[in-house]
Nanobody, 124 residues
Framework: QVQLLESGGGLVQAGGSLRLSCAAS????????MGWFRQAPGKEREFVAA????????VYADSVKGRFTISRDNAKNTVYLQMNSLHPEDTAVYYC?????????????????WGQGTQVTVSS
């Protein structure tokens, strides 16, 4: 079992920045692939970014490419999502997810563990 806890959400102005954190526990962090998803009101949960076990491979949704950066610090059992140049359309609940079965995953069904989410609101 892997337990995930997101933090760092809040209210920011358009064009601003925010860094989300996800602390993992329960299993060795170095062998867990991680990802970020988000869900806006009335919309389905969508992929944002993912990072491999080693941190050597990353992938981003087209909507956030060039603005968001995913990273991990295995010594701290934590994955981060640095969000820059935020848009009102980025407003959503952001969830971190983990899997021990796939090296790098972008689909909801590939993930086994989920955090409770953290709210990000971007004002215009």
């Amino acid at each position: 079992q892997v337990q995930l806890l997101e933090s760092g959400g809040g209210l920011v102005q358009a064009g601003g920045s925010l860094r989300l954190s996800c602390a993992a526990s329960g299993r060795t962090f170095s062998r867990i692939a991680m990802g970020w998803f988000r869900q806006a009101p009335g919309k389905e949960r969508e992929f944002v970014a993912a990072i491999s076990w080693s941190g050597g491979s990353t992938v981003y949704a087209d909507s956030v490419k060039g603005r968001f950066t995913i990273s991990r610090d295995n010594a701290k059992n934590t994955v981060y999502l640095q969000m820059n140049s935020l848009h009102p359309e980025d407003t959503a609940v952001y969830y971190c997810a983990a899997t021990t079965r796939v090296v790098l995953a972008t689909r909801i069904k590939e993930y086994d563990y989920w955090g409770q989410g953290t709210q990000v609101t971007v004002s215009s």
